[in-house]
């Protein structure tokens, strides 16, 4: 039996309310979860929040609230969010849930009888904002983006990271394709050849958090936990034959938080006996302004503005199309004002409304056939190759780039032959069924992007049934759009935009 699609979100901590760049990791993966429904994969799309640390346990105490009642108001929060996106998740993690606790004891006793934790004092320059200690080097910039630096003298139990160095770069040699794009798998590598330092997975100064099962004075360190949940949704400690199916999982991330899932994250899995994850695909920071979004800097958009304006498949569209997977990208609200007139107003919307408007007078409100030799058919074959292509590298961007190649030749095909001008007949049935025929291929490849948007065009071409349901390549082939099925002009899909 072919293994599921288990695929993951980081978990977003739940000092914080959610902004356009955990939304972004989020749309993302679930474009990725949908494309794969539609490949025909059984696919598990895991997202939710990290409660545990000293971080929350402050945010609580500002607040005064228990930290669990915190983290019950933010964690809604996110679930708020996605559901607003319209993120398809199948599975949401909380960190204080029962199953969690359980995974990470289990994981800990799993690393504990392997030889690899031990009890260490340690003191250091520990960053709250970051739940990281940090170097003497650090501190500096870190404090500038006002992140304070305090003394932290504890006695820690440690994880012995640094057994696994040859082991981790073994895995990154046998598995090129792991961690992508190639940047950051070197960014990976270079802080592994630099040589790997055992690290402090216990707090004796905090209660918030997973108790250590062989000694209840320490709870897990908060990064050690949070990394666990992707084994804990998957069945690991509770449910052995789910986790059998599930695991080796994917994850996607931001760069922000490489290290953890890259380095100590793999050594962790090995450490309990577990494979390292099939594929780590990190992206770039989305930049509001030139700078990182942050609490302290005000400049956090919230996802709920966009949508007030774009639409939800207007922020979709925007996030996964302008913003490609890997780099860092600048927000720019202009930027998404042209890109949503030009791609959703003028070239799709444009196109369904155009086609359904001149099938009302040329056909009667039917849709005609498509012609098998229609110049659009290897326009879309080839769409078809580099969308399926495009998704396998984790390139949103591209894949609806090759989508849109379809809707551009067909407005090249309707601007040529103007069959709005035309007597009705066979010439100008054949160019408005190849355009129903490109409009029904482009709902398809666009679908995982802006469901909402490909589900209405695809009613309204007269097809039935749920369009979640089409397969690829299968549905995606030239000439299935059967003909004789009523279109409906209606309301523009994406209303243009005014700056
Ligand atoms: O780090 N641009 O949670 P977090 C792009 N709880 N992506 C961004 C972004 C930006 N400006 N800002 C945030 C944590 N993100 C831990 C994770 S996982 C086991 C534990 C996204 O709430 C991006 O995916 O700080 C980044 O990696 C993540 O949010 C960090 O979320």
């Not at 910039?141 to 304070?148: V, Y």
Request: a negative charge.
């Amino acid at each position: 039996m072919a293994r599921p699609f288990y695929v993951t979100t980081p978990i977003y901590y739940v000092n914080d309310v959610p902004h356009i760049g955990h939304a972004y990791t989020t749309l993302t993966a679930d474009a990725l979860a949908r494309w794969h429904r539609l490949l025909g994969e059984e696919v598990i799309f895991l997202t939710g929040t990290d409660e545990h640390g000293l971080k929350v346990q402050r945010a609580a105490e500002e607040n005064n609230v228990a930290p669990q009642d915190w983290a019950d108001r933010t964690a809604q929060r996110y679930i708020d969010t996605w559901e607003l996106l319209d993120i398809s998740y199948d599975d949401f993690i909380r960190t204080t849930e029962d199953r969690h606790r359980v995974s990470v004891q289990a994981f800990l006793e799993a690393c504990k009888a392997n030889g690899d934790i031990e009890l260490r004092t340690y003191e250091g320059l520990y960053s709250v904002a970051d739940e990281a200690y940090v170097t003497e080097e650090e501190v500096a910039e870190l404090e500038r983006l006002g992140r304070p630096v305090i003394t932290m003298r504890e006695e820690n139990y440690f994880f012995l990271l640094s057994k696994y160095e040859q082991q981790l770069l073994d895995w990154y040699e046998a598995n090129p394709h792991a961690v992508s794009p190639p940047s950051k798998r070197n960014e990976a590598l270079g802080f592994i050849r630099q040589g790997l330092q055992d690290f402090s997975i216990s707090r004796t100064s905090i209660d918030w958090g997973v108790p250590i099962p062989w000694d209840d004075r320490h709870v897990t360190y908060v990064w050690f936990d949070a990394l666990i949940n992707y084994v804990t949704a998957a069945g690991y400690g509770t449910d052995d034959e789910s986790f059998e199916r599930l695991w080796p999982g994917r994850h996607m991330l931001g760069k922000d938080i490489l290290r953890f899932h890259c380095v100590f994250w793999p050594a962790m899995l090995m450490s309990a006996g577990m494979d390292p994850p099939t594929n780590l695909n990190v992206h770039g920071y989305l930049l509001v302004g030139g700078e990182k979004m942050s609490k302290t800097r005000l400049n956090h958009i919230a996802p709920a503005e966009l949508v007030d304006e774009f639409g939800v498949d207007g922020f979709r569209y925007h996030f996964l199309r302008d913003q490609p997977f890997g780099p860092d990208g600048e927000f720019s609200y202009e930027g998404m004002v042209a890109r949503y007139n030009a791609d959703l107003a003028n070239n799709f919307g444009n196109l369904l409304s155009r086609v359904a408007t001149v099938v009302g007078k040329k056909c009667d409100g039917v849709g005609p056939r498509p012609r098998q030799d229609s110049p659009l058919a290897p326009v879309a074959e080839a769409a078809v190759q580099r969308a399926i292509e495009a998704w396998d590298k984790v390139a949103p961007s591209e894949a609806l780039d090759a989508a849109w190649s379809i809707i551009r030749e067909t407005n090249s095909l309707l601007e040529a032959t103007e069959p709005w001008k035309a007597e009705p007949g066979p010439e100008v049935d054949g160019v408005l069924g190849d355009a129903i025929e490109a409009l029904r291929i482009v709902a398809v490849l666009a679908h995982p992007a802006i469901p909402a948007a490909t589900a209405e065009s695809w009613r309204r071409i007269g097809l039935s049934g749920d369009i979640a349901d089409c397969r690829v390549p299968t549905d995606v082939r030239w000439g299935l759009y059967p003909g004789g099925l009523s279109v409906e002009k209606g309301t523009p899909l994406f209303p243009r935009l005014k700056l």
